[in-house]
């Protein structure tokens, strides 16, 4: 399944729109790219308009300098809010919990999620996007996501994943 054009240009509008609410000094957008850097920007587009087919490559690219690029780079350092994200997020993609919740394996690996499930992953963040500075409603949606596909049991809480 390739990525759809207008996933990644919801992901790019959710991410300006993340950005500038965080009001940030010199306001980055994704892959390092700043807004005076137009080259970076038209390369960014080209990758929208280019066909993008299953590929493990293209997975693990998209994981690495896409979505988990942006939330390590927009996420606070505080653990405490971050650390329940990054996991919530890898249950997402990877479909499965680690084995003791903390720590153990999780016999899956996220970076090389199926497309579908990255636009789903965007899908999340774009309706996060509305109000960007509840981090802990990204956890939330994460973790109403992953119950709804049963990834994690019912009676979990974003406090299991801190």
Same mark, same amino acid.
Request: cysteine-free.
């Given at each position: 399944?390739?990525?759809?054009?207008?996933?990644?240009?919801?992901?790019?509008?959710?991410?300006?729109?993340?950005?500038?609410?965080?009001?940030?000094?010199?306001?980055?957008?994704?892959?390092?790219?700043?807004?005076?850097?137009?080259?970076?920007?038209?390369?960014?587009?080209?990758?929208?308009?280019?066909?993008?087919?299953?590929?493990?490559?293209?997975?693990?690219?998209?994981?690495?300098?896409?979505?988990?690029?942006?939330?390590?780079? !927009? @996420?606070? %350092?505080?653990? &405490?809010?971050?650390?329940?994200? *990054?996991? +919530?997020?890898?249950? =997402? #993609?990877?479909?499965?919990?680690?084995?003791?919740?903390?720590?153990?394996?999780?016999?899956?690996?996220?970076?090389?999620?199926?497309?579908?499930?990255?636009?789903?992953?965007?899908? !999340? @963040?774009? %309706?996060?996007? &509305?109000?960007?500075?509840?981090? *802990?409603? +990204?956890?939330?949606? =994460? #973790?109403?996501?992953?119950?709804?596909?049963?990834?994690?049991?019912?009676?979990?809480?974003?406090?299991?994943?801190?």
């Amino acid at each position: 399944m390739a990525l759809q054009k207008e996933k990644l240009e919801d992901f790019i509008n959710a991410a300006k729109h993340i950005i500038e609410s965080q009001q940030h000094d010199q306001e980055k957008l994704l892959f390092e790219v700043t807004q005076e850097d137009d080259a970076e920007i038209e390369e960014l587009t080209k990758l929208i308009d280019a066909p993008i087919v299953e590929d493990p490559e293209k997975s693990y690219d998209l994981f690495y300098n896409g979505i988990q690029a942006f939330l390590l780079r !927009i @996420l606070p %350092q505080d653990a &405490q809010i971050r650390k329940p994200i *990054l996991e +919530l997020k890898s249950i =997402f #993609l990877s479909g499965k919990e680690k084995k003791h919740i903390k720590y153990g394996k999780r016999g899956a690996d996220s970076r090389m999620s199926y497309m579908d499930r990255m636009e789903d992953v965007i899908d !999340i @963040l774009t %309706q996060w996007s &509305q109000t960007p500075n509840e981090y *802990l409603k +990204l956890a939330h949606l =994460f #973790l109403v996501k992953n119950k709804e596909l049963g990834y994690i049991p019912e009676n979990r809480e974003i406090s299991d994943y801190i």
